[in-house]
Structure formats: C-alpha cells, structure tokens
C-alpha cells in the first residue's frame, strides 16, 4: 500500500472467525499420515468406524474423498437421529468445513482424510489452537500467490475477505453496518457480482493505490458490546 503494510494477525482470526487461539498446536505429517494415526491403523478403518460406511471408490482419490459425496450424504440430519447418527454427522460437517474452508486447496472439492485424529473425539476439538492453523495455512497460500505462475489462490479465503471488508471501509459492500461475532457471520447474505469482473478488478487496485492511512480502520472490538464478555 502507498503509505506501509498490514496484516492479519490472530486476534483478527478470532474475532473474524470465532477460532480458539490458546490450545495445542494442530499439526500433523500430509504424506504417509497413516503411519501416524493409531499406531498405523489403516485409514480407511478408521474412516468407516468414524461414519459408519465407506464412500464408492469412483468418489475415492488417494486419501481423498470427493466433497460433493459428503455433501449429499450427510447433507439432512433424520429426524429420529439417535445421539451417535448425530455424532456421524457433526464429524462430516466438521471434516467438510476444514477441507473446504479452513485448510481448502484451489479447487476445494475433495475432503482429505488428515483430518481424522482430530474428528475421533469431538469433545477434544476445542482444546486445539484451529486460529493458528488457518492463520498459517493463509500466510502460506498468500505466500505461494506471489509466484506470477500461480493464477488461483487457496486457504481461508473468506477469513481473508471478511478481514478486508472491515479495516478498509471504502472497499466495503454497502448495506452491512450491522454485525454479530463472529465478524464474517455478516458477509452470510452477500452475493457477490459475477459480471465486470476486470473492471471491479481495476476499480479495487485503484482503490487500493490511492489508500490513505486514515482511510484504515484500527478499531478493535470491545466483546462486551457484544455480549461475549
């Protein structure tokens, strides 16, 4: 920017996203995982242990499975669901939510099977720092964009937006002054346009170039205004 940089840091996460900061790290080894989950227990195992099935192996890649299947599987919780079909369902809707939203790569539609050590118990989702994680993989992914071979981005892109949309109000949708925590809750009915894409494109780098530090809003949250404190 003209007058400096900024950036987002992990009190922006956990105000934008609502995500834990405190707690133990979320790491892991991406390729031959297996041999660290359970003593090596195979992954599918565990997998059909976790949601009670296996998915086709056309909707199977590797240690993926594709998005669309979880989608339409898990989609509608049944009505007379006992306490573990509701348990089967939270862990898809969780494994979903961070294989397309938190940790998605660019094209987002494959659900990777990382992620079951955490899914295993529920009640110990919340004891890890998920703030942390999203904000790395971020940096990461922003990092790898500046390769002028790379055309799209991945990672927590609507941490990303929803972070713009609130320290630079003139890059601001119209019509969302209101907001609730977490912060990126508001952005829940907007729509972006599709159409002019190259012009938006313009007008926003423009924006951008002619950016005064008064222009940035500083302003932190007071939670009590909000009711969480």
Known sequence: MPFGECSITLQDVA??????????????????????????????????????????????????????????????????????TVRVYARAYILMLLSSQLFADKNANRVHLRWLPYLASLDDLGRYSWASAALAWLYRCLCRGTNRNVVNLAGPLQLLQSWIFWRFPTLRPSGFDRFGFPLASRWATFMPRNDGGAQRLASARLLLDRLRVHDVSYLDIDLTCIGLC
């Open 15 to 84: 105000y934008q996203l609502g995500l834990p900061i405190d707690g133990e790290p979320v790491s892991g080894c991406l390729t031959e995982f297996e041999n660290f989950m359970e003593h090596g227990r195979p992954a599918w195992v565990w997998f059909r242990e976790l949601f009670g099935e296996l998915p086709p192996q056309s909707k199977v890649k590797q240690m993926t499975v594709c998005y669309t299947w979880f989608h339409e599987r898990f989609r509608v919780l049944p009505a007379d669901a006992s306490d573990e």
